[in-house]
């Protein structure tokens, strides 16, 4: 019988580049064929279009967060009504996850 271990990671608001997001996405699956639970806090939509099972926080951030607002695959939390599922969907059809407009105020 072999010995599952849990791994959790809390994400840093410092964005990662594509290549090294996969990096990270590749090993987090070497963790899971290895039979390892594997638990990610993240807000990139890359990261979580590859989970098993997304939990959706909100309806907003800091005092207006924190409820569960979605869960399930990635599928069924893009069918939702959120804003990550908005973006899941995006990700998903292969847009760009921000709009020029939104670029424009970054």
């Known amino acids: 019988m072999t010995a599952r271990s849990n791994v959790s990671s809390a994400a840093s608001r410092r964005?990662?580049?594509p290549s090294?997001?996969?990096?990270?996405?590749?090993?987090?699956?070497?963790?899971?064929?290895?039979g390892n639970t594997v638990v990610v806090a993240e807000h990139d939509i890359p990261v979580a279009a590859?989970?098993?099972?997304?939990?959706?926080?909100?309806?907003g951030a800091g005092p207006n967060g924190?409820?569960?607002?979605?869960q399930g695959t990635?599928?069924?939390?893009?069918g939702g009504d959120t804003p990550t599922a908005g973006?899941?969907?995006?990700?998903?059809a292969g847009l760009?996850?921000?709009d020029a407009s939104e670029n424009a105020r970054h």
Do not use: E, K
């Open 15 to 17: 964005a990662l580049h």
């Open 20 to 34: 090294d997001i996969q990096r990270v996405v590749d090993a987090l699956d070497m963790l899971l064929d290895s």
């Open 50 to 59: 590859s989970a098993d099972w997304v939990i959706d926080l909100g309806p």
């Open 66 to 70: 924190g409820a569960v607002v979605a």
């Open 74 to 78: 990635p599928d069924t939390v893009a």
């Open 87 to 92: 973006y899941l969907r995006r990700y998903a």
């Open 96 to 98: 760009p996850l921000l």
